[in-house]
């Protein structure tokens, strides 16, 4: 089992930053991706930023790419995502996610995930 607990959400302007947290414990080896997901009001679960534990690749959102950053603390088995120019359209519940993924074109579907966090909110104001 793992468990995943999120940080770091809140409230920021447009063109603001936030760094969000995902704190991963428990058994490690039953999975190789770990990943962010948002889901705002109304909307679909959205794959933001994923990253390979067992080398360097990242995938990203095309929403995303240029201004968010997705990063790994191996030591203390922590995911980052360093959020910057934060536009309004970013609101969203913010999860982490941890899955085996066997092909990389689905890091960022969410069905491919089993393990979840419970979330942390982000809200960028206009």
């Known amino acids: 089992q793992v468990r995943l607990v999120e940080s770091g959400g809140g409230s920021v302007q447009t063109g603001g930053s936030l760094r969000l947290s995902c704190v991963a414990s428990?058994?490690?080896?039953?999975?190789?991706?770990l990943t962010w997901f948002r889901q705002a009001p109304g909307k679909e679960r959205e794959g933001v930023a994923a990253?390979?534990?067992?080398?360097?690749?990242?995938d990203y959102a095309d929403s995303v790419k240029g201004r968010f950053t997705v990063s790994h603390d191996k030591d203390k088995n922590i995911l980052y995502l360093n959020m910057n120019n934060l536009k309004p359209e970013d609101t969203a519940m913010y999860y982490c996610?941890?899955?085996?993924?066997?092909?990389?074109?689905?890091?960022?579907?969410?069905?491919?995930?089993?393990?979840w966090g419970q979330g942390t909110q982000v809200t960028v104001s206009s």
């Open positions: 990253l390979f534990k067992g080398g360097d690749r990242r």
């Open positions: 996610a941890a899955g085996l993924i066997y092909y990389y074109s689905t890091s960022l579907t969410w069905t491919h995930y089993e393990n």
């Open positions: 428990g058994y490690s080896g039953g999975y190789n991706y």
